[in-house]
C-alpha cells in the first residue's frame, strides 16, 4: 500500500526595503500576536506558486504591486508554534510600483519604515529570526523544535 505523505502548511513573507529600512505592519484584532509588527505575509493558498502568493499577500496587506519575477527567495524556516508544524518563505522584493498603505485595516493597524537594527517595537519572534539570518547570509532555521 502507499504510505501517505505527511502535510503541513506552507507561508510566504515579503522583505521589502528602501532606503536600508525595512517595511513593517503592526498585527490588530487576529488573536494572534496582535499589537507585534511584521512584514507582509500569508498562507499559500494552493494552486499558486509560491512568488505568486507572495505578490498577493504584498499587494492586499500594502497596496503595492510586485511582481512574481521581482521576489527572491532569502530564508526558509521551519516552525512548530503552538503545536503546529509549518515551512516559512521568506522572499525579498528588489523593485515594485505603488506607495504602500494599510490594505487590510483590519488585520493591522500601522504601517512603517524602520531599519532592522532600529527596531524598538515587539517583532513576531520567528520573523526576527529570518531577518536576522537573511542578514547573515543564512538561507535556513528553525524555530520553536525543542530538538
Same mark, same amino acid.
Given at each position: 500500500?502507499?504510505?501517505?505523505?505527511?502535510?503541513? $502548511?506552507?507561508?510566504?513573507?515579503?522583505?521589502?526595503? %528602501? *532606503?536600508?529600512?525595512? !517595511?513593517?505592519?503592526?498585527? $490588530?484584532?487576529? +488573536?494572534? !500576536?496582535?499589537?507585534? /509588527?511584521? =512584514?507582509?505575509? +500569508?498562507?499559500?493558498?494552493? +494552486? @499558486?506558486?509560491?512568488?505568486?502568493?507572495?505578490?498577493? @499577500?504584498?499587494?492586499? @496587506? &500594502?497596496? !503595492?504591486? =510586485?511582481?512574481?519575477?521581482?521576489? *527572491?527567495?532569502?530564508?526558509? =524556516?521551519?516552525?512548530? &508554534?503552538?503545536g503546529d508544524e509549518w515551512m516559512g518563505h521568506f522572499f525579498e522584493a528588489n523593485k515594485w510600483t505603488g506607495n504602500p498603505r494599510l490594505g487590510e485595516p483590519h488585520k493591522h493597524d500601522d504601517l512603517c519604515w524602520v531599519r532592522l537594527d532600529q527596531t524598538s517595537f #515587539?517583532?513576531? #519572534? /520567528?520573523?526576527?529570526?529570518? !531577518?536576522?539570518? =537573511? %542578514?547573515?547570509?543564512? &538561507?535556513?532555521?528553525? /524555530?520553536?523544535?525543542?530538538?
Amino acid at each position: 500500500s502507499k504510505r501517505e505523505r505527511f502535510k503541513h $502548511s506552507s507561508s510566504v513573507f515579503v522583505v521589502i526595503r %528602501k *532606503e536600508g529600512q525595512i !517595511l513593517w505592519l503592526r498585527r $490588530s484584532q487576529t +488573536g494572534w !500576536l496582535d499589537g507585534c /509588527y511584521s =512584514i507582509p505575509a +500569508g498562507a499559500i493558498d494552493g +494552486g @499558486e506558486p509560491a512568488q505568486h502568493a507572495a505578490a498577493r @499577500e504584498a499587494r492586499e @496587506e &500594502t497596496c !503595492l504591486d =510586485i511582481q512574481a519575477c521581482n521576489l *527572491e527567495l532569502r530564508h526558509v =524556516i521551519h516552525c512548530m &508554534t503552538d503545536g503546529d508544524e509549518w515551512m516559512g518563505h521568506f522572499f525579498e522584493a528588489n523593485k515594485w510600483t505603488g506607495n504602500p498603505r494599510l490594505g487590510e485595516p483590519h488585520k493591522h493597524d500601522d504601517l512603517c519604515w524602520v531599519r532592522l537594527d532600529q527596531t524598538s517595537f #515587539p517583532v513576531v #519572534p /520567528y520573523v526576527m529570526q529570518a !531577518l536576522q539570518c =537573511i %542578514k547573515q547570509g543564512q &538561507t535556513f532555521s528553525r /524555530y520553536g523544535w525543542k530538538c
